[in-house]
């Protein structure tokens, strides 16, 4: 079963909310992603953890925030949020360390910041 | 030189023919490979990874050419499903890097 579950499916914010972006897969893979990505554009890595641990921070603003309570789970906290954040947020895992593997994705969150 | 560069599309091709993609890297160090496909508002589907020795799945086939720094994608026989983007990416020790795709349009 090579699936990847993200909720919510869409989400709808003000600038001083804060949410989370929730991501689980059962597939046994050791390195999650987070992705962001806007209209047109190819998938932008933000994050990746690898054996649970964060491995990879792409300069992303402090606004993201994310999150692995255990291998099979990965979040993303969101708070003060700006308009420029809206995008499709996608979360994706693979096998062992990050990055070497084939990487299976979630269907994503489409997030608009108002 | 962007590190990854896919040919800009979008290719209008009639259902039946063979479609060509190439995508070239920069970084002689990268280390693994792979090709997605992306429908309209849907994510990234895995394809193929592709092989020094080249591999194929059926209609499709991908190549890699490490001392040309290019991968390929061959679709024969097109299919009005083949529609999508495809997009490429390249691994490097942590990283990994998208091209922006190339839109392919299959006409009936």
Known sequence: DTEVTQTPKHLVMGMTNKKSLKCEQHMGHRAMYWYKQKAKKPPELMFVYSYEKLSINESVPSRFSPECPNSSLLNLHLHALQPEDSALYLCASSQGGAGYHEQYFGPGTRLTVT | ?108
């Not at chain 2, 390929?72 to 890097?97: F, P």
Request: aromatic share 12%; charged share 25%; hydrophobic share 30%.
């Open chain 2, 1 to 108: 030189r962007k590190e990854v560069e896919q040919d800009p599309g979008p290719f209008n091709v009639p259902e039946g023919a063979t479609v060509a993609f190439n995508c070239t890297y920069s970084n002689s160090a990268s280390q693994s490979f792979f090709w997605y496909r992306q429908d309209c508002r849907k994510e990234p589907k895995l394809l193929m990874s592709v092989y020094s020795s080249g591999n194929e799945d059926g209609r499709f086939t991908a190549q890699l050419n490490r001392a040309s720094q290019y991968i390929s994608l061959l679709i024969r026989d097109s299919k009005l499903s083949d529609s999508a983007t495809y997009l490429c990416v390249v691994n490097r020790d942590d990283k990994i890097i998208f091209g922006k795709g190339t839109r392919l349009h299959i006409l009936p």
